[in-house]
Antibody, heavy 117, light 109 residues
Framework: EVQLVQSGPEVKKPGESLKISCKDS????????IGWVRQMPGKGLEWMGI????????RYSPSFQGQVTISVDKSISTAYLQWSSLKASDTAMYYC??????????WGQGTLVTVSS | EIVLTQSPGTLSLSPGERATLSCRAS???????LAWYQQQPGQAPRLLIY???SRATGIPDRFSGSGSGTDFTLTISRLEPEDFAVYYC??????????FGQGTKLEIK
């Protein structure tokens, strides 16, 4: 069974940095892409970017290019989403999901990020 | 950029009724790359349909998908209480690579 487990909720101040994680198990870690999806409060789903675990190739949505960094540590089967300087507008739920044939077929439980002064 | 527009925004129906949700693309989308997701309140999305018409593992056969080109439909033949949720369509294409529709909320009438 595919399982993606995300790190816990975060409360940060504007300007702070943050790195959240997504650990997977149950399948060959290196053979899939992992994507990140944002959901702002009361809003819909927005694709942020994807990373291929095999060689760390990344693709970003133009809306998020330069705003976040996606990375992976194959040794611990974990993908990451990080910010260098958070803004209040980054407050949202963030989901990781496995990508198979361009479909997000398994999702993490989500990480709630709250940015407030 | 391909924009997916879902309609209606909110659909009010009763258990046992048939639900028809629409997803219209601003440009032609490959049927192979059109998916539908269900999101219950407070939960992560769940894949329902991929390739426009194939049900994901464990999805009941009351859920079906159809369509091609720019018009796609998710049909729930007989609504169960657990089907009342928000539904999103999603496509893969050119930049941005992945886009979601804005969602349709299916609520109990």
């Amino acid at each position: 069974e595919v399982q993606l487990v995300q790190s816990g909720p975060e409360v940060k101040k504007p300007g702070e940095s943050l790195k959240i994680s997504c650990k997977d198990s149950g399948y060959s870690f290196t053979n899939y892409w992992i994507g990140w999806v944002r959901q702002m409060p009361g809003k819909g789903l927005e694709w942020m970017g994807i990373i291929y675990r095999g060689d760390s190739t990344t693709r970003y949505s133009p809306s998020f290019q330069g705003q976040v960094t996606i990375s992976v540590d194959k040794s611990i089967s974990t993908a990451y989403l990080q910010w260098s300087s958070l803004k209040a507008s980054d407050t949202a739920m963030y989901y990781c999901a496995r990508l198979a044939s361009h479909t997000f077929d398994s999702w993490g439980q989500g990480t709630l990020v709250t940015v407030s002064s | 950029e391909i924009v997916l527009t879902q309609s209606p925004g909110t659909l009010s129906l009763s258990p046992g009724e048939r639900a028809t949700l629409s997803c219209r693309a601003s440009q032609s989308v490959s049927s192979s790359y059109l998916a539908w997701y269900q999101q219950q309140p407070g939960q992560a999305p769940r894949l329902l349909i991929y390739g426009a018409s194939s049900r994901a593992t464990g999805i009941p056969d009351r859920f079906s998908g159809s369509g091609s080109g720019t018009d796609f439909t998710l049909t729930i033949s007989r609504l169960e209480p657990e089907d009342f949720a928000v539904y999103y369509c999603q496509q893969y294409g050119s930049s941005p690579m992945y886009t979601f529709g804005q969602g349709t909320k299916l609520e109990i009438k």
